[in-house]
């Protein structure tokens, strides 16, 4: 079931910035969470927040440089990236679903976006 929209990707170099939207995320009780899938990789977690509260989560590889961000009453969350690297580049998805398991489980997570391409040029 796709009723999530990423926006927002593009081409960047190196060391740039970048902010992703995801519409039409969230809800109470729910969390939401970005994931990236590079050519032939996993589709890897990159970051989560809980709906109601607003705790984050980070991959290791990300942490410190980007950032996840909701806006509650218009149900966007948001991805700041700060000083990216080349090995950022990959297609990035949204996703949310119910507060149960492991936050990098793609398949605890009911919805899903088409994915917007993030690409970082060395």
């Known amino acids: 079931q796709v009723r999530l929209a990423e926006s927002g990707g593009k081409l960047v170099q190196a060391g740039g910035s970048l902010r992703l939207s995801c519409a039409g995320s969230?809800?109470?009780?729910?969390?939401v969470a970005w994931f990236r899938q590079g050519p032939a990789k996993e589709r890897d977690f990159v970051a989560g927040?809980?709906?109601?509260?607003?705790?984050?989560y980070y991959a290791d590889s990300v942490q410190g440089r980007f950032t996840i961000s909701r806006d509650h009453a218009n149900r966007i969350t948001y991805l700041q990236m700060n000083n990216l690297k080349p090995e950022d580049t990959a297609i990035y998805y949204c996703?949310?679903?119910?507060?149960?398991?492991?936050?990098?489980?793609?398949?605890?997570?009911?919805?899903w976006g088409q994915g917007t391409q993030v690409t970082v040029s060395s």
């Open positions: 996703a949310d679903g119910p507060m149960r398991g492991s936050y990098t489980e793609p398949s605890l997570y009911n919805s």
């Open positions: 969230g809800r109470t009780n729910w969390r």
């Open positions: 927040i809980t709906w109601n509260v607003g705790t984050t």
